[in-house]
């Protein structure tokens, strides 16, 4: 998600598999410096201490995505055991992430919204979750925000008798994570279905132990070795965002392998 070198001198290339970093974000802020390596996140002793997220007794959970990707990134080992635990799965595609390759000279935007509806689908297969019902609501990509009011009424009606509704951390400074996150908080709060709020971004500009995160109400899923390996497999069906679209440097991939490193951990993070 990071920018490559020559992704940023093209100033062309969106953030992760989702908008253009200029226009989602604010010129200077975190998504534009450099990411925090995955090794790092990995000697703090942190997590160890979040409590462990209870799955038994799920029957029903809606999850929201931003962007097509978000969902296997932050929670791809979640859904493969809740599929695997027969829990009736539902996934709101807020936006078709027809934004992430903006300059492109080989793809349109709505030849990627086509593939990257294709690659959840694949994703979801590969995690054992084909059953999964897919809303897609074609928010366009980078302004979510200019529809989060809709969005709110949406996610409300989807979510309502869920046992949880899961979607990107409104705090996780991309604008459109944040309007997912600030609309699945108000349809909780409206719904009373339970809101977990899952990182993405924040595993790029945060730090361990950051003050900006809200540490206190960290919980994690773990992963055994055999789901962990379906979520890679299944990330790998990303390929519009993993591999290079054309020769041109507006085409290059938007997911290097240092930030994927941090959807490789043997645990998901959600914020309850
Ligand atoms: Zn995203």
């Known amino acids: 998600m990071r920018l490559t070198t020559a992704q940023a001198t093209a100033t062309t290339a969106s953030p992760d598999a989702t908008t253009t970093r200029a226009a989602a974000t604010r010129p200077a802020d975190p998504i534009e410096a450099p990411g925090t390596p995955e090794d790092v996140w990995a000697a703090w002793q942190g997590p160890a201490a979040f409590p462990e997220v209870d799955l038994a007794g799920l029957r029903d959970v809606v999850l929201v995505a931003a962007h097509p990707d978000d969902e296997v990134l932050g929670l791809g080992g979640t859904i493969a055991r809740l599929a695997a635990a027969g829990v009736r799965l539902t996934l709101v595609a807020v936006t078709d992430g027809e934004a992430s390759h903006p300059r492109s000279t080989a793809v349109t935007r709505r030849q990627l919204a086509r593939t990257r509806r294709h690659e959840t689908r694949r994703a979801l297969e590969v995690l054992g979750a084909s059953c999964t019902e897919i809303v897609h609501l074609g928010v366009p990509d980078t302004a979510v925000t200019d ?15 869920a046992d949880v509704l899961a979607a990107p951390w409104s705090g996780d400074v991309h604008s459109d994570h944040e309007a997912c996150g600030r609309a699945a908080s108000t349809a909780s709060h409206a719904t009373g279905v339970p809101l977990w709020h899952y990182p993405v971004w924040t595993w790029h500009w945060a730090v361990p132990g950051d003050p900006r995160v809200p540490w206190d109400r960290a919980a994690r899923v773990p992963l055994d070795e055999a789901t962990r390996d379906r979520k890679r497999r299944a990330l790998e069906c990303f390929a519009s965002q993993i591999h290079p679209l054309g020769r041109h440097a507006s085409d290059a991939p938007i997911l290097p392998p240092e930030e994927l490193a941090h959807f490789a951990r043997d645990y998901e993070t959600v914020l309850r």
């Open 147 to 161: 529809h989060e009011e809709w969005l709110t009424e949406r996610l409300t009606r989807v979510c309502d008798g």
